[in-house]
């Protein structure tokens, strides 16, 4: 059973930076997977954030571009958004998500994806 475990968020001025890590555990021996951040604020539906699938291959929403990166570091099984030029508009919960295969066309359908890790908070402030 694939496990996910976020940190690093925490509370930031605007135009601050952040980085968060997820780390995974309990993969099978099917391969590296395909990993994504989501996150979810107060009252509103949880949305992609980024994306990165196996060839290394990133996709971004829109209001995350050039601002927030995200990476893997296959070795640690880890998987990291630096977010950087925070608004208050990034304040919500991200959640960490895995996946053996999704397609990489789909990868904001939060149905897609088989994992979840609890979440790490963000709060920027004005």
């Known amino acids: 059973q694939v496990q996910l475990v976020e940190s690093g968020g925490g509370s930031v001025q605007a135009g601050g930076s952040l980085r968060l890590s997820c780390a995974a555990s309990g993969y099978s021996n099917s391969g590296p997977y395909c990993m994504a951040w989501f996150r979810q604020a107060p009252g509103k539906e949880r949305e992609g954030v980024a994306a990165i699938f196996t060839g290394g291959s990133t996709y971004y929403a829109d209001s995350v571009k050039g601002r927030f990166t995200i990476s893997v570091d296959n070795a640690k099984n880890t998987v990291y958004l630096q977010m950087n030029s925070l608004t208050p508009e990034d304040t919500a919960m991200y959640y960490c998500?895995?996946?053996?295969?999704?397609?990489?066309?789909?990868?904001?359908?939060?149905?897609?994806?088989?994992?979840w890790g609890q979440g790490t908070q963000v709060n920027v402030s004005s």
């Open positions: 998500a895995a996946a053996r295969l999704v397609r990489r066309w789909s990868w904001k359908d939060q149905s897609l994806w088989t994992y």
